[in-house]
């Protein structure tokens, strides 16, 4: 039994379908939330583990299952965008002219509170991440489809 909380019906769906994502991209081999169960108590005794033998731990010293889900999914997107390697995923290439035309078309993301701007050669990493981003939800999207 699982003890992760959701706060709607479309939030539980939506951890569903980057749980199943992530299992197509062989980050995980099991996307049941009982197997999120399983590796939050695996990630907590490795914490305690290391915490026992005077280790640094980033992060939190234990995470409840709902905080767990909440790390794991983040994790999952950044490795996503981040072109990890291991991930079984064939990314669409991302051109300069795509680049440019998301710089163009999002410049409040990459203006400062005093209005200047960061140019489009400081932004190109960002850009292409926040494409990736794109990307990623897209396939997320897919998946709620089918799920409905």
Do not use: H
Request: hydrophobic share 30%; with cysteine.
């Amino acid at each position: 039994m699982n003890t992760i909380f959701f706060t709607s019906e479309k939030e539980e769906k939506y951890a569903k379908a980057c749980l199943a994502f992530a299992e197509q991209l062989g980050l995980i081999d099991d996307s049941s939330l009982d197997a999120v169960v399983s590796r939050c108590e695996n990630e907590n005794a490795k914490r305690k583990t290391a915490l026992d033998n005077g280790e640094i731990v980033y992060g939190l010293k234990l995470f409840t299952p709902t905080a767990y889900l909440d790390w794991e999914l983040t994790r999952f997107k950044l490795d996503f965008v981040s072109e990890q390697k291991g991930i079984k995923y064939s990314y669409k290439p991302i051109e300069k002219p795509q680049l440019k035309e998301y710089y163009k078309l999002n410049k409040d993301l990459f203006t400062r509170y005093n209005g200047d701007r960061f140019r489009f050669k400081e932004s190109r990493d960002v850009v292409y991440k926040k494409i990736r981003e794109e990307e990623y939800e897209n396939e997320i999207n897919n998946i709620l489809r089918k799920l409905s």
